[in-house]
């Protein structure tokens, strides 16, 4: 997902990892940046983008990565900031629109289907991640409008989603990756916790496991191979966090 008006969508070929090249690009309609970016089944990716585009939600069949094309697209109504999903169900958040959580269900990508959506409260909702412990829980951030705010949310029944529990994290939560259902890992704008680790063993009861402080504020984070990857705004530096010998 890219703000370059010219490619909202960039697809990148790494099946060579040390020559990584550019495979195909979509430009959408209007001249409106694209945030947030997914994958899933074997050649379907949705794109959300900001409120000025007619729509903020896009389904593209990227099959033939040199010629994309438009599977469906629809009108949020605000910011599509963040997207997880699993094998049957796609959550997207958005930043402030009436419903904040849209579901799909991408039982077939190529079809995605409208499922229902939530309103979670006035706030500026800017990341989310799925948590399987005990049924499908959402991990949600939020932006310092009306206070900052993680929380878990029940969405074992999509009709019937709800807040199980909620903490401030001291700053914007810009990235969340979950490890073993246990720890929430976040990438926050908390000038002294930049990293931080939110214990959700318990998801009516989140509680703060441990912290970094960095020079400047978490944008991005990822997991994988026992290492956590974190993206810092300051001269574009990535963090590379893993537990003692």
Known sequence: ASPNDAKELIIFDISTPGSIGEAGYFDLTGSTDAFSVIAFGASTVAIGR???AANELVFIN?????????????AIGDDVNDF????EK??????????????????NPLNPVFVNNHQ????DYISIFLQDKDGANLLIGSENENNNQFMTVGATNTAQMYVRDTIVPGGEVNDIVCVESDLAFLATTNSGKEFL???????????EYASLNFPQMGSGIDFADNKVFMSVRSNDALRIITSGP
Not at 90 to 107: G, M, Q
Not at 120 to 123: F, K, Q, S, T, V
Not at 197 to 207: A, K, R, S, W, Y
């Open 84 to 87: 997880t999903a699993t094998n």
């Open 90 to 107: 796609l959550f997207l958040i958005s930043e402030d629109s009436a419903p904040d959580i849209w579901v799909y269900n991408i039982t």
């Open 50 to 52: 900001d409120e000025a």
């Open 62 to 74: 990227v099959a033939n990565p040199a010629s994309p094309s438009i599977i469906s697209e629809v």
């Open 197 to 207: 680790i939110m214990n959700v063993l318990n998801p009516d009861n989140i509680t």
């Open 120 to 123: 979670l409260g006035d706030n």
